[in-house]
């Protein structure tokens, strides 16, 4: 039988190979934690040839339990956006680190371009803001400080990290990206074809150094032989946040998922249009099928899961996070304290990358619980905010599909459910963003014919939360929040 999928997915903080079944069964992972790299304050590096070789020996062990590339129809493979990676064409390797998405160093740069008036132009042709999270910058920065980078010339490429992926895969014949990916790098135009000129020209970036743009799904590449015994079709691609999407089935307009990991990501489905937001949102392609775009529109918050992290590693106020939903649980409500999370500065719908973050209304009474329980709540008001300015742009949630690392924390759902007066979601099976790029690979390899039916080929057991919270308690917290967060 040659039906296992094989997923790649390729995370800020590790590197993962998952096996599926065509019912979406998860039958193996494999997992490498990955070096995170941090020069100076806001810079955040990754080794992109570890990124490969990790990438590498996750595959071969999950080939391994399917016992051998016969046993896989197809890679799917899914990955951390924006991040970006310069390697040389002809010998392979990489030219320096990858800068990652968190990356702020061209915060100034985006500064500049924001004074000089770009910004609209930007926004109106990308659905993006100028912002140092996307790539375009990122590689300006190479070029301009990396003088390996520039004497390249012709053999200089540039990628994402999936487009890094499968250049190593194909052995380094197929240089490509899919549509969701190149979304996010600024150099695209939502509904244009292939790279914006006047983009390329704005951040000098040659369009030849760029990968092809192509569709989510279909015949993407092959491996090269000698990597896994037999070549491999490689059928799905897709960013992370846009296979969650997939993954949660939100394939029809105005369905929403929020992913709560190191950061929380939520997107709704717009539909064949990209919607241009006046509040600050994000608009992005969620998949391309056949040259045809669907897409979506976004909040990022940067930092979620990650402040549990910082709770338990740099505070020493948790054990472990998921100690945090009987702490939260330990005390009737927040005794007065609100924290706003803006480690590294505040996302959607505010960007303000200079933020920082805010502890308010400690006194004599307050516990470490009291403390852990603000950290959670945050989550839900941060998402509340971005609820508003979805609404505001025209978007109103029906109800809201969780998924992520976090959202293990029952709690956390239920606050969730309450603060945005909606049911919340959670599905049993967690995996969403490699159950998106399984989802993606078995259509591109023709198991299932479309999104529709390997989402209901491959669906998920559903945990609901209602909202039970009184109204009046709800205002309580929101006019906690918005006085916190003024002081910001
Ligand atoms: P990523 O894919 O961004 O690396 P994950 O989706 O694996 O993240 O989620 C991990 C994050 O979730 C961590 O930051 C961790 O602190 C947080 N987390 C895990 N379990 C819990 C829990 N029970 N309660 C709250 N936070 C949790």
Known sequence: MTDFILVIDEGTTSTRAMLFQPDGTIAGTAQRPLSQHYPSPGQVEHDAAEIWDSSLAVAREMVGKAGGAKAIAAIGITNQRETVVAWDRSTGQPIGTALVWQDRRTASRCQELVAARLEPMIQQRTGLLLDPYFSATKMEWMLVNRPDVRAAGDKLAFGTVD?????????????????????????????????????????????????????????????????????????????????????????????????????????????????????????????????????????????????????????????????????????????????VPALSGLGAPHWRPEARGLIQGISFATTRAHLVRAALEAQAHQIYDLMKAFEADGVKWERLRIDGGMVANDWLAQDLADMLDLVVERPSMLETTALGAAMLAAVGAGIHADLPAAAAAMDSDVTCFEPKMPPAERERRLAGWRDALRRV
């Open 163 to 339: 487009s890094w992926l499968l250049w190593k895969l194909t052995g380094g014949t197929t240089h490509a990206t899919d549509a969701s990916n190149a979304s996010r790098t600024m150099l695209m135009a939502l509904d244009g074809n292939g790279w914006d000129r006047q983009l390329c020209e704005q951040f000098h970036i040659e369009a030849a150094s760029l990968p092809a743009i192509v569709d989510c799904h279909g015949p993407i590449g092959e491996t090269e032989p000698s990597l896994f015994g037999l070549a491999i079709p490689i059928c799905g691609m897709a960013g992370d946040q846009q296979a969650a999407t997939i993954g949660q089935g939100c394939l029809g307009a105005g369905h929403t998922k929020a992913t709560f990991g190191t950061g929380a990501f939520v997107l709704t489905n717009s539909g064949e249009r990209p919607l241009h937001s006046s509040n600050r949102l994000l608009s992005t392609v969620l998949c391309q099928e056949a040259g045809q775009r669907s897409y979506a529109l976004e909040g990022s918050i940067f930092v979620a899961g990650s402040l549990m992290q910082w709770l338990r590693d740099s505070a020493n106020l948790l054990v472990s996070a998921p100690e945090s939903e009987a702490l939260a649980r330990s005390v009737p409500d927040n005794g007065g304290v609100y924290m």
